[in-house]
Each structure stands twice: as C-alpha cells, then as structure tokens.
C-alpha cells in the first residue's frame, strides 16, 4: 500500500519507543491498530458503495437502452401496419389481368383429353 520496507517499519519502531519510552509504546501501538483498522473499514465501506453506486447506474443505463430498444421495435410494427393498407391501395393487383395469364398457361394432362 505504502511501499514500506521492514528497515523503515524498525527505524519507525525505535523511534517511538526513545520518544514514548516502554511503558506508554504497547498502548500507542493499540491505538494506532484501532484508528487502522477503523479507516480501513471506512475505506472499504466506501469502495462497496460507489460499487453498488456504479453498478446502479450501469443497470439504469441498459434498462434504459432496453427500452429506447422497445419503443424503435413498436414504431417500426405500426409503420408497417400503417404502410400495409397505403401500399394496398397504391399498387392494387389487377384481378382482370390475372385470369388470362393463368388461361393461357402450358396444357396440363387434363386439358389433353378430348372434349365431346
């Protein structure tokens, strides 16, 4: 985390054992583990929460994408069905023009047989 060897953890330890002396050392050393593990914990509080944070915002996002997905499907749908009957009406099939086709197609084996 801080990149802390063991030469400079022992130079720190002599240092506050000259300065605090043996007596006060033991609860000084409790102290400082308590405030350390207190912020730790605080720390790892916040990282979980910008985590959940973050992972709420990305669920909103595709659920958001999800439905900007739906609304394009349905618009897409009633054009069609909006389309259909235009298209219908624009380019109607001449009924009259598709029975003679049909009349003047190949004979089949029917069509062989004589007629009386």
């Not at 240092?15 to 605090?20: G, I, K, W």
């Not at 001449?94 to 089949?108: H, I, L, N, R």
């Amino acid at each position: 985390m801080f990149d802390i060897g063991f030469t400079e953890l022992l130079l720190i330890g002599v240092v506050a054992l000259l300065v605090l002396g043996p007596e006060r050392l033991p609860g000084a050393v409790r102290t400082a583990g308590l405030w350390i593990g207190r912020i730790k914990r605080s720390f790892s509080t916040i990282k979980a929460e910008v985590e959940r944070e973050i992972g709420a915002d990305e669920i909103r996002r595709q659920l958001h994408n999800e439905q900007i997905l739906d609304l394009e499907r349905e618009m897409k749908a009633m054009k069609q069905s909006a389309n259909a009957p235009l298209s219908s009406l624009l380019d109607p099939t001449p009924t009259s023009e598709a029975a003679p086709k049909a009349e003047t197609g190949t004979s089949t084996s029917q069509d062989k047989s004589p007629r009386p």
